[in-house]
């Protein structure tokens, strides 16, 4: 088993800066990718998160495109720790932020891999 857990969230002002942070442990030897996805207000079901960035152990990242340029996301792999570091938040970052990890094959997420951290809330206001 892998446990995830996310720290960090909050409530900033547009503009603003936010840290988020993720402590991986367990069963941990495997995983080959980590990424932050984020549930938007309103929505429930895991489907509906969406993959605001990602990290693969070659140190390759993908971004949402309404992100690229103002969040980064970075590990350290000897602590196996990931980070989300978002500058000039806009009120439309709001939403519970989920730490996620897997394992990767050609850059993807390997289906039925993917372990979930409990979220974090993040909250930007105008």
């Known amino acids: 088993q892998v446990q995830l857990v996310e720290s960090g969230g909050g409530l900033a002002q547009t503009g603003g800066s936010l840290r988020l942070s993720c402590q991986a442990s367990g069963s941990i030897a495997r995983l080959s990718v980590m990424g932050w996805y984020r549930q938007p207000p309103g929505t429930t079901r895991e489907d509906e998160r969406e993959?605001?960035?990602?990290?693969?152990?070659?140190?390759?990242?993908n971004y949402l495109d309404s992100v690229k340029g103002r969040f980064t996301i970075s590990e350290d792999s000897a602590q196996r720790m990931v980070f989300l570091q978002m500058d000039r938040v806009r009120p439309e970052d709001t939403g519970v932020y989920y730490c996620a990890a897997g394992v990767s094959s050609t850059a993807s997420w390997v289906p039925g891999t993917r372990y979930w951290g409990q979220g974090t809330q993040v909250t930007v206001s105008p």
């Open positions: 993959l605001v960035a990602e990290i693969f152990g070659a140190g390759k990242t």
